[in-house]
């Protein structure tokens, strides 16, 4: 199929009373037009062009190589918007208009327009509103068929206390659509070309329009930031309904966020106010507390996290416990089986299987063998005050409370550092090192008086 999807997006956005284009305003933590040209993606359209006006620079930066970006120097009308985007593209294609700052629509419904477009006719997009406020409204002849849109500020009483809307999504054949842009005028109430102005001059020229009425929800546009929260929700919605579907339990459908691609196992527990980031892997059986942040990160069968815990950029293998209040940072590989507790942070840090760190610990740079433990307060020093520097640890190595671990160092399998130690040169397999002042006692030592005006 030759289909050309534009994208408009080249208005102010006035109400957001934003420096940041109304575009690039986030939705699940991703820019408003990357959710469009996503759903654009679906439909695998030969090209894309977004309109650009209003800060065009970031919101061509923006869109990078997803599409082919054109100025539109004037915001004259959605109508002038499609004319220059189109001016360029061939006649035999089926054009898809769709809006930057309506984030949710499905490609399930765009597919569905555009197969109105592919049988000759225009497709359009509507909805029912039940405050349908300043949006265009369709109109339909005896039959039902649309014969138009009127604009909400065009539109006389009677055409106002019509709840079906325009979406402002339509699909139409590239040369008819070119030659009815050609004819729509500014002759209304805004000054403006309106590109709802060609739906009366398809049905005037003969051509069929298909209407698709969709939900509410998918056609909803982010004009403020009210509405921006409110599109949150529903998308928020939406995403904890396809985790239930897909064998996910929920504490809360209400309380979990997903910002990005999070694709899970069966029977998996998530307790709420829960934060899912990036793109998340979770296999069967994970549970994850309440409060915990994850982020780009990938969950073995059978992990716990504990509350309060935050993963980014984590591969924790299947029956690994962290948290509660563990931090695991990027570059953290955790083994089989591997526990890492309260006040834990690990970063470029490979934990073997069945090794601990349960309590209070700085793991950073290192590189642990399976089945060790280490004690409560170690801390790996990486960091001299000019590079970093790796810790290397064995299997089986006990390592003691309050360890101080100077990188570049080295423990080899089965040593023991006794606690309190700080260690400073390679231990050998099944040494006990010691690294600690002596401990000496004062007998008949006399404790200071307290003062008495204290
Ligand atoms: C438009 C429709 C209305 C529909 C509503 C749905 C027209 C005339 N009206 O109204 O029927 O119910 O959308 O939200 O089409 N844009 C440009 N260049 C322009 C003008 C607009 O790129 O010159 C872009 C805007 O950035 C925005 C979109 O087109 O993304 C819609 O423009 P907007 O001014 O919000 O149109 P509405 O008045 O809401
Ligand atoms: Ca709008």
Redesign the pocket.
């Known amino acids: 199929m030759n289909l050309d999807v534009v994208i408009?997006?080249?208005?102010q956005?006035t109400r957001m009373r934003s420096q940041k284009a109304?575009v690039l305003h986030e939705l699940a933590s991703r820019p408003l037009i990357h959710h469009v040209l996503a759903a654009s993606e679906a439909l695998a359209p030969r090209s894309t062009t977004v309109?650009v006006?209003h800060q065009a620079d970031a919101v061509r930066e923006s869109v990078g190589t997803l599409g082919n970006c054109v100025l539109?120097a004037e915001?004259?009308?959605?109508?002038?918007?499609v004319q220059t985007a189109i001016a360029d593209l061939p006649d035999d294609g089926i054009v898809l208009v769709l809006?930057?700052?309506?984030p949710l629509i499905k490609p399930q419904t765009l597919e569905s327009c555009v197969a109105g477009a592919m049988q000759g006719g225009v497709g359009l997009v509507t909805a029912h509103f039940e405050d349908p406020a300043?949006?265009?409204r369709i109109l339909r002849d005896a039959d039902d068929a649309i014969v138009g849109?009127v604009?909400f500020k065009d539109a006389n009483d009677a055409e106002r206390a019509i709840n079906e809307?325009?979406?402002?999504i339509l699909a139409a054949p590239a040369g008819q659509l070119r030659g009815w842009l050609h004819r729509v005028n500014n002759d209304n109430a805004q000054g403006?070309y309106?590109?709802?102005d060609i739906i009366s001059l398809a049905v005037g020229d003969g051509v069929p329009v298909y209407g698709v009425v969709s939900d509410k929800e998918e056609v909803s546009?982010v004009?403020d930031r009210k509405q921006l929260a409110e599109l949150e929700r529903t998308y928020q919605k939406l995403e904890a309904e396809r985790l239930m579907l897909e064998g996910v339990t929920l504490a809360d459908p209400d309380r979990l966020d997903v910002r990005g691609r999070v694709v899970a196992g069966e029977d998996c527990f998530v307790d709420i106010n829960v934060v899912l980031s990036g793109d998340v892997v979770l296999g069967n059986g994970v549970r994850i507390g309440a409060g915990a942040v994850i982020t780009d990160s990938s969950l073995g069968d059978g992990v716990e996290v504990h509350p309060h815990t935050v993963v980014e950029g984590a591969e924790l293998a299947a029956g690994c416990t962290v948290g509660p209040f563990a931090r695991i940072r990027p570059g953290s590989r955790l083994g089989e089986g591997v526990k890492v507790g309260n006040f834990v942070e690990t970063k470029k840090a490979t934990l073997g299987a069945g090794t601990k760190a349960s309590h209070l610990a700085y793991l950073g740079d290192a590189t642990i063998g399976a089945e060790t433990n280490i004690g409560a307060g170690t801390v790996t020093c990486n960091y001299d005050g000019v590079d970093k520097h790796e810790t290397h640890i064995g299997d089986d190595v006990f390592v003691g409370t309050n360890s101080t671990l100077v990188a570049p160092i080295e423990i080899a399998d089965g040593a023991f550092v006794a606690a309190g130690s700080t260690v400073t040169t390679r231990v050998e397999d099944g040494d006990l090192a010691v690294g600690r002042a002596k401990q000496r006692n004062i007998s008949g030592w006399t404790r200071p008086d307290k003062r008495k005006d204290k």
Do not use: R
Request: aromatic share 6%; hydrophobic share 35%.
């Open positions: 408009l997006a080249a208005g956005g109304k309109v006006g539109q915001q004259l009308g959605t109508g002038h918007a809006y930057g700052d309506v300043a949006l265009g849109i604009e809307i325009n979406s402002g403006e309106y590109l709802t546009g004009n």
